[in-house]
């Protein structure tokens, strides 16, 4: 079992930013793929970005160039850095891990990140 624990959520005006964490425990996290989803209302969950634990990252178009995700392999830590934040970007943000010797997928309870003025 993997746990998931995001933080760094919160209140923001538009043009500003926010660096979400996340923790995860449970499981060697060289073996885990870490990701970031979020949710508005209303909208389906969407990818935001995912790294794998080599450092390759796929990233959703819309957000590059804003949004970066790291990680740190020696403190189980997964980041996501948003800049440039726009009122479009409020959702619930979710850390997502996945297992690759099962490819098993493990949610965070999200943290919400809300863009206004």
């Known amino acids: 079992q993997v746990q998931l624990v995001e933080s760094g959520g919160g209140l923001v005006q538009p043009g500003g930013s926010l660096r979400l964490s996340c923790v995860a425990s449970?499981?060697?996290?060289?073996?885990?793929?870490m990701g970031w989803y979020r949710q508005a209302p209303g909208k389906q969950r969407e990818l935001v970005a995912t790294?794998?634990?080599?450092?390759?990252?796929n990233d959703a178009d819309s957000m590059k160039g804003r949004f970066t995700i790291s990680r740190d392999n020696a403190k189980n830590m997964v980041y996501l850095q948003m800049n440039n934040l726009k009122p479009e970007d409020s959702a619930v943000y979710y850390c997502?891990?996945?297992?690759?010797?099962?490819?098993?997928?493990?949610w965070g309870q999200g943290t919400q990140v809300t863009v206004s003025s």
């Open positions: 790294i794998a634990s080599s450092g390759s990252k």
């Open positions: 449970g499981s060697i996290f060289s073996i885990l793929t």
């Open positions: 997502n891990a996945v297992r690759i010797t099962d490819w098993r997928s493990y």
